[in-house]
């Protein structure tokens, strides 16, 4: 079945074997090898998560043929330093199949190192370094980006979501939660200032990722970051938001779920690393209010993690996937851990 799928991509030679890689949380991914040719990845992508999968597929084109065109101009190997989206035989940026699936393609990128945690400044300072050319490359895109994930990362929205959880009660868990909803309800007005900063537009909106874990970004040999992968999320938002988003990720001494809390804290030199790399290529193109609110940034991405485990557990784990009853409490108390711990520092 699934050579078939792939058959209907403009793939360069007969597709000779396809098999699963990696065990990805929202789309299913797909290696293909053809009979003396490139490698390709094939995702079914997540239709559950994203409503309008041909509208992502027309952002994530748009943004990696202006990448290419910036690295070509400095001399760069579009082939290796961006995704290369395949179209189907169709012309279309994607395949329907007749369960109602949508399927995508891109190039194999050969030759690269992915990590799955920065455990060095090194790395550190490298992942912001390619955050922040991802960003700088992409500062003068002009296409306007299709919303595909309405609200996200929209404090404003977000407490309204918050309220209604609150109201619910819908798996009858408020009041066993009463120290952190008082939590989540002693941030509002820092949190919903900052977002006014960016519906006054006194903070921009920029392309950004808004996934900028460490895997989603592919090395080479000498460390340095080759290509930004995983563009399904990319949209039209703060750049902070990026930032922050890796600092909750990179600088966490614990896991995202950790029952240990006395494992999590914000990890300083990762940290001092990571903004480093990143303002030695966003610091041509952000403003002074933007650099102004950058470590903020990381306590304000983090809260809302807080904020959306919490609200899950109230509505009975209805949002994100749950090993046992419980999950969803502990990720809140270990994320509201490490924003405590950000807060100390920053």
């Given amino acids: 079945m699934l050579n078939k799928i792939a058959s209907h991509f403009d793939v360069a030679k007969p597709v000779n074997k396809v098999a699963t890689l990696g065990e990805g949380f929202i789309n299913d991914t797909f290696i293909v090898e053809t009979v003396n040719g490139p490698r390709y ?16 597929m027309e952002n994530i084109y748009n943004v990696t ?11 760069g190997d579009p082939l290796q330093e961006t995704l290369t989206v395949i179209p189907a035989i169709d012309d279309k940026l994607y ?32 992942g912001g370094k390619g955050l922040g050319k991802f960003q700088r490359l992409l500062s003068d895109f002009t296409i306007p980006l299709n919303d595909i994930l309405p609200g996200f990362h929209n404090m404003r929205f977000r407490f309204e979501q918050w309220d209604a959880a609150v109201k619910n009660n819908a798996a009858k868990r408020v009041d066993s939660v009463k120290d952190e909803i008082n939590f989540i309800e002693s941030h509002r007005k820092e949190m919903l200032d900052f977002w006014q900063l960016v519906e006054d537009g006194k903070i921009p909106m920029r392309v950004t990722h808004n996934d900028t874990k460490i895997n989603n970004f592919l090395f080479d040999k000498d460390g340095n970051v080759l290509c930004v992968i995983d563009l399904d999320t990319v949209l039209t938002s703060p750049c902070l938001n990026d930032f922050g988003d890796a600092i909750r990720s990179y600088t966490n001494t614990g896991a995202e779920d950790d029952r240990d809390l006395d494992q999590v804290s914000m990890d300083k030199a990762i940290f001092d690393a990571y903004k480093q790399g990143y303002l030695s290529e966003a610091d041509t193109f952000m403003t002074e209010t933007e650099k102004q609110y950058l470590d903020f940034s990381a306590k304000y991405i983090t809260f809302e993690q807080v904020l959306r485990f919490l609200m899950d557990y109230l509505n009975g784990d209805t949002y994100y996937k749950i090993k046992y009853p419980e999950h969803n409490l502990v990720r809140t108390r270990a994320q509201r851990k490490l924003f405590d711990s950000m807060s100390a520092i920053l």
């Fill in 95 to 126: 395949y329907l199949d007749e369960e109602g699936d949508f399927w995508a393609m891109c190039l194999f990128i050969e030759d690269t190192i992915a990590y799955q945690k920065a455990d060095t400044p090194e790395l550190a300072y490298m």
């Fill in 41 to 56: 990845i094939l995702q079914r992508k997540n239709k559950n998560i994203f409503t309008d999968i041909p509208k992502m």
């Fill in 65 to 75: 043929t202006h990448l290419k065109k910036k690295i070509v101009e400095y001399g």
